[in-house]
């Protein structure tokens, strides 16, 4: 009678250990389903990360030289009205005019 009971026992521990194989199985075939569904989702935000680091930095050197181009306009002395864009014969005339200036 002793060697019966332990076969149904044994008969009972391998349909528990067939079980929880199979159970493990399911869940990780689920959990692997689940992240690569989310892999892009996780690399997109990861990409975005990146990508805002370099444009802060930029963002930072940008505005520094902006302030320096600033300062260094307000250190100019003002031009006295002279045309930005001019013809050649305006051009030979203000060179004479400083010329005589000079």
Known sequence: ???LLQLG???LIS???????IQGAIYGII?????????????????K????????IKAKKSSKVRANQELKTSLKPEESGKP?????????ILEKQDKRAS
Do not use: D, N, Y
């Open 49 to 56: 990360k990146q990508a805002k680091k370099p444009a802060a």
């Open 84 to 92: 930005i864009v001019t013809t050649f014969s305006e051009s030979r």
């Open 15 to 21: 349909q528990a250990f067939m079980k929880g194989l």
């Open 31 to 47: 959990i692997a389903l689940l992240f690569l569904c989310l892999l892009p989702l996780i690399v997109k935000h990861i990409r």
């Open 1 to 3: 009678m002793l060697p």
């Open 9 to 11: 026992k044994s008969s």
